[in-house]
């Protein structure tokens, strides 16, 4: 069933004979997965998670996690394994999300507790809301940077952490933040959730409209764009309404800034990690099945990490859910 030829599914269908692919069924005005051939839904479907583990292959790999515990443990590792690396002659960092958040209070604890002198390390926020404009102000409660603040940067030992300097958070004007990618700073790794919508960050798919009407945008055009402002799918604004607003949508800022593509593949590693919390069961077998095998598409934008070289999903078992018909 899975051993598929990328040369297959909506590329012969719609691609390559220049037909328009069917509307989104959540915005007709958007793209996303909606818009996707049959045949990948319902094999995204069927996908258990023992299957899923088997769709590892080089340079994507599949981990499975029995407990939270166990699972956000291993997320905040990835900052302590990129922060150890680190040294002033060779200075690395971390791109880290706001989504999961539960890794950032263990990253904290982990520092403190073990003295790690992390002065060297980096790190840089992955987005931030706008509002008017600019960026979301740091007093706001759904701020971004304020939630990574208050719940890790600033809570480690003034004589541990790394200086003001080395903490990068995206802007209205993106100039700064974009050249912080520039200096020479590794990025050792890109963590990540996955929205409703499929993306990482906000990286939302594009608007259906103009030279993009009858086709999304091929995924060499999406991977050159940089960090942006973007106007967010419906489908990501009701999300974050339900993960931080109770469900009030008209909380929800409609734009944001966003990491894009272009730095994404200045980090040597991506990892996105699937509590269950933000995408459903179906979204966390779709993207899992396209970059297993090879099927970028810009309708969803986290499928275009198959062409990533190193790129890691991780799972809580008991978050992945199951695609079954249930009434409730």
């Not at 179906?282 to 970059?291: A, D, E, K």
């Not at 969803?300 to 070289?309: F, I, K, T």
Request: hydrophobic content about 35%; proline content about 8%; overall charge negative.
């Amino acid at each position: 069933m899975l051993a598929c030829n990328p040369k297959s599914y909506y590329v012969l269908n719609h691609k390559e004979l220049d037909m328009p692919r069917k509307l989104s069924v959540i915005s007709p005005d958007w793209w996303d997965y909606t818009t996707l051939d049959q045949e990948i839904i319902e094999d995204a479907a069927r996908l258990t998670p023992e299957k899923m583990l088997k769709l590892s292959r080089p340079g994507f790999k599949v981990i499975l996690y029995d407990t939270l515990e166990d699972f956000y443990l291993a997320e905040a590792l990835e900052y302590i394994h990129a922060w150890k690396q680190s040294t002033e002659d060779n200075p690395v960092g971390i791109c880290g999300p706001i989504g999961p958040t539960e890794q950032l209070p263990l990253v904290v604890r982990l520092v403190n507790e073990l003295g790690l002198i992390i002065r060297s390390g980096h790190f840089w926020g992955m987005d931030e809301w706008i509002l008017d404009g600019k960026e979301m102000p740091v007093s706001h409660p759904l701020s971004f940077e304020r939630c990574d603040r208050a719940m890790c940067l600033s809570r480690i030992d003034k004589k541990l952490r790394m200086p003001e300097a080395n903490l990068h958070f995206p802007k209205a004007d993106t100039r700064e933040y974009r050249a912080s990618w520039e200096t020479g700073v590794r990025c050792a790794v890109m963590q990540g959730g996955q929205g409703d919508v499929k993306h990482w960050a906000f990286n939302d798919p594009p608007r259906r409209k103009g030279k993009w009407k009858d086709n999304p945008p091929p995924p060499e055009e999406y991977r050159k764009l940089a960090t942006r402002i973007v106007d967010l799918h419906p489908l990501t604004v009701a999300q974050n309404a339900r993960t931080s607003g109770g469900g009030n949508i008209s909380l929800v800022p409609t734009q944001a800034i966003s990491v894009g593509p272009q730095e994404t593949w200045k980090a040597e590693k991506v990892s996105i990690w699937h509590a269950g919390t933000h995408d459903n069961a179906f979204g966390q077998r779709l993207t899992c099945l396209m970059i297993s095998q090879g099927l970028p598409d810009s309708a969803v934008p986290m499928s275009l990490l198959a062409d990533h070289p190193n790129v890691q999903f991780n799972y809580y078992r008991g978050g992945i859910g199951s695609c079954t018909i249930e009434m409730h």
